[in-house]
């Protein structure tokens, strides 16, 4: 017995945690924080994703609440009256009492929509109406995709660099005891030494203050994918991999109507269509059918009040045509007529916009390529020219100056290299959105 109760206790336990883990569950942290998981992570938790699917939820309620009304709609109203004065009624020049003190009716009544222009625009429009919805959820998946990925980027930059830094601190650190030991054999004098520790201490500086700065790009990214605060985010990439992915086709076309923003732009054109049929239609007539029956129970005294009941009911149709309302519907179509007619403008200028955007971002990636092609090759030359002059100052044919020399330029061109890379990646993703090629 005892057993089974600390089993159940157990459960009941585990179930409380899971529930009230809140942030810190370990189902809400990211085991493998690879691009692709922590884009996935942001999609899936980012506030302005999950609001624009709520937002989706809601429309789809307020298109079923509007169609609602093609259906009929049944009341029942119920009144009880007591007169202590009974109306009059003036007959043949005298004031004649009517009625009974005692009144109690009841009505059920129906209602039929037949045409009604608002309804009608419901249904003709929630197609569109649900799609703009939809759209709306991709283009915040489209924008979260973009940042996450570049504050990505920012963040292995930055670990990049303090890890060069880290590489260059323990080059530097030979560099000092080279130099300290031929001051301590008298072949160079306190100057090389103390360039050394200079030096040093100058990388040591800069790797702090890239550690400070890490911590706040990796709060960023945090923020954009709304990633717990507390939570470990070790970022995981494949380096190969990454450089495969510097290129791509730079002969592709614009996909205008791939935009999503150019289909936002064709949803809202149809959804002002209809709204301009929806004007035109003020002028047909509403037309209803209408039908009512009724209880009605009339008596002088309470107590002989539901002895008999005197029912009536009927079934109709009603119509309703407004004649002239001041030339307001006119006014309305004409509205309608140059809202549909801004679009066309919109379409041109967004036209224009993504035109300018993809030359810009082509450009900006060309060079970006071409520089970091550049600088890699860079890279390996300051890497052959470290390594001989290294060798060459220990044996003592080469100063400390050409060592300096020689160890900035490795430096900088790994630095160069690396922001090179990740400019490239960055300036992709631009290309890549001003094509319409991120989809969703």
């Known amino acids: ?14 179930l409380v945690s899971t529930r009230g883990g809140g942030q810190n569950r370990p189902d809400s942290l990211l085991q493998d924080a690879t691009l692709q998981n922590c884009v996935q992570y942001a999609l899936n938790h980012q506030p302005q994703v999950l609001q624009s699917q709520l937002d989706e939820s809601i429309t789809e309620r307020e298109i079923k609440d509007k169609l609602s009304e093609w259906y009929p709609q049944i009341n029942f109203s119920f009144n009880a009256l007591r007169y202590f004065q ?18 109690h009716f009841g009505a059920l009544t129906l209602n039929q929509n037949i045409f009604n222009r608002d309804v009608l625009l419901a249904s ?38 303090i890890e060069l830094l880290e590489e260059d601190i323990l080059r530097l650190a030979r560099s000092l005891k080279d130099s300290y030991n031929q001051y301590q054999g008298g072949i160079v004098d306190k100057t090389d030494y103390k360039r050394a520790t ?31 605060a507390d939570g470990q985010l070790h970022l995981e990439y ?20 791939g935009r999503i923003e150019f289909e936002q732009l064709r949803t809202q054109q149809r959804l002002e269509a209809a709204s301009l049929k929806y004007y035109k239609w003020a002028f ?35 119509l309703n045509f407004p004649i002239f309302l001041g030339l307001k519907r006119t006014q309305e179509i004409r509205i309608a007529q140059y809202q549909l007619q801004r679009l066309d403008y919109d379409l041109i200028s967004l036209r224009n916009a993504v035109k300018t955007e993809y030359v810009q971002a082509i450009a900006i990636y060309k060079g970006n390529l071409n520089e970091y092609l550049i600088l890699k090759e860079n890279l390996g030359l300051a890497v052959e020219v470290y390594n001989t002059i290294q060798l060459q100052y220990r044996s003592g044919v080469k100063t400390y100056l050409d060592l300096i020399t020689a160890e900035t330029d490795i430096r900088s061109a790994q630095e160069n290299y690396t922001n090179a890379l990740y400019q490239v990646l960055s300036s992709k993703l631009d290309v890549e959105k001003a094509l319409g090629s991120i989809k969703y």
């Open 1 to 14: 017995m005892k057993k089974s109760l600390d089993i159940i206790f157990f459960v009941l336990f585990t």
């Open 86 to 103: 009974l109306p009059v009624v003036v007959f043949q020049g005298g004031a004649v009492p009517t009625g009974v003190y005692n009144t």
């Open 124 to 161: 003709r429009s929630a197609k569109d109406v649900r799609l703009q919805a939809k759209q709306n959820i991709v283009s915040y998946k489209i924008n979260v995709t973009v940042g996450v990925s570049k504050a990505y980027y920012d963040v292995l930059l930055t670990q990049k660099q």
């Open 198 to 228: 200079i030096a040093l201490n100058n990388s040591r500086a800069r790797k702090k203050n890239y550690e400070e700065l890490l911590k706040a790009k990796i709060a960023y990214l945090k923020q954009l994918m709304n990633y717990p």
């Open 238 to 257: 494949d380096s190969l991999q990454m450089e495969r992915e510097t290129y791509m086709d730079t002969t592709r076309d614009i996909n205008y109507e």
């Open 284 to 318: 047909i007539p509403t037309l209803q059918l209408v039908g009512q029956y009724s209880l009605n129970f009339y008596n002088n005294d309470v107590a002989k009040l539901y002895a008999q009941d005197f029912p009536s009911s009927y079934l109709g149709l009603q």
